[in-house]
């Protein structure tokens, strides 16, 4: 990262990155980023666990930096959505943390319909900023990755779940309650086996998220991401028709993203692609080139500039 991007930030600033897996959490100021700590989502207890995990965290990751709470100037949070809006202020209704939105049938060890996030935060935190993650990294890779530049253009991670962030003629879209991009719960099929955290059968995060995968093919030798990517890049047969199956489907939400929104370009990150982009972007261009040319010609993915600190990025977008 360009030392250009600390050297304007005043004050100390703490990122926090709220995903389905993990939470993390860095303190960032003119020097670069300090006290980087992360810890898999808190999912039990009662539905205010994930915004003490959050101030525990922030707390730590001042300590360790030799600071304290009292010294930050601002929070920004880049979380996993899609948002509820309960008094005016932010909770989760996250499909891969609430499990009482889908039902015991997905496995999540909690019956929430949603996770407290900004009142227990802005009770203990100062100038606290929420976003949507693929808002807060579509605005840090217009920013400092790979879509400077853009003025039409789209973030995409590929991990957990699905997300997306929004950009039209330079303008963000954020959508009435901050929601806009979350075109992982677009239905794209009627699979049985394809049963999304949000409770919709047969959407995209349903079928090609990095937990559908191990969902989906439990009972097949390749039973997560990492495996099935594995054995597809080593020639294994059946590996490479479930990836070229994975592609056709994520290939196509990007191909629609493109031509309803007119993109120039989409940046793509997240666990699930960037762990095997050399495989996965070829693949995925080859569902979008050659087809109605007038909207999708010179149209590129691209692989995220901010690589796999683009949540750490993304939410010091927020406050920097």
Not at 211 to 235: E, Q
Request: charged share 15%.
């Amino acid at each position: 990262m360009n030392p250009d991007v600390f050297a304007s930030i005043e004050g100390l600033k703490a990122c926090v990155d709220v995903g389905g897996t993990k939470v993390a959490v860095s303190l960032a100021d003119a020097t670069g980023l300090h006290g980087h700590l992360s810890e898999p989502t808190a999912k039990t207890g009662d539905n205010d666990a994930l915004a003490r995990q959050i101030i525990r965290l922030v707390t730590q990751s001042c300590a360790a930096a030799g600071h304290s709470v009292a010294d930050l100037d601002a929070v920004g949070v880049s979380s996993c959505g899609p948002f509820a809006m309960h008094h005016g202020l932010i909770e989760l209704a996250a499909p891969n943390i609430c499990g009482g939105l889908a039902g015991p049938a997905r496995g999540l060890p909690n019956d929430w319909l949603t996770a407290q996030l900004e009142a227990p935060l802005r009770a203990a935190l100062p100038n606290v900023v929420i976003e949507n993650d693929g808002v807060a990294a579509l605005q840090a890779e217009r920013r400092w990755g790979a879509l400077q530049g853009f003025t039409d253009c789209a973030y995409v991670t590929w991990s957990t779940g699905i997300g997306m962030g929004l950009c039209v003629d330079g303008r963000v879209l954020r959508g009435k309650n901050g929601n806009a991009g979350h075109a992982g719960h677009t239905f794209v099929s009627d699979n049985d086996d394809a049963l999304c955290g949000c409770g919709n059968v047969g959407d995209l995060e349903g079928l090609v998220s990095g937990n559908a995968i191990a969902r989906r093919f439990a009972a097949s030798p390749h039973a997560d991401a990492a495996t099935l990517m594995t054995a597809a890049r080593a020639g294994d047969v059946q590996a490479l028709v479930q990836v070229d199956a994975l592609c056709r489907v994520m290939g196509r939400a990007l191909y629609n993203l493109i031509v309803t929104l007119d993109l120039q370009a989409i940046s793509l990150g997240g666990s699930v692609f960037w762990h095997h982009r050399d495989l996965l972007l070829p693949k995925l261009q080859a569902q979008i080139d050659g087809k109605l040319s007038a909207l999708t010609q010179g149209c590129r993915l691209l692989p995220a500039g901010l690589q796999q600190r683009v949540g750490d990025y993304a939410a010091l977008a927020l406050v920097a």
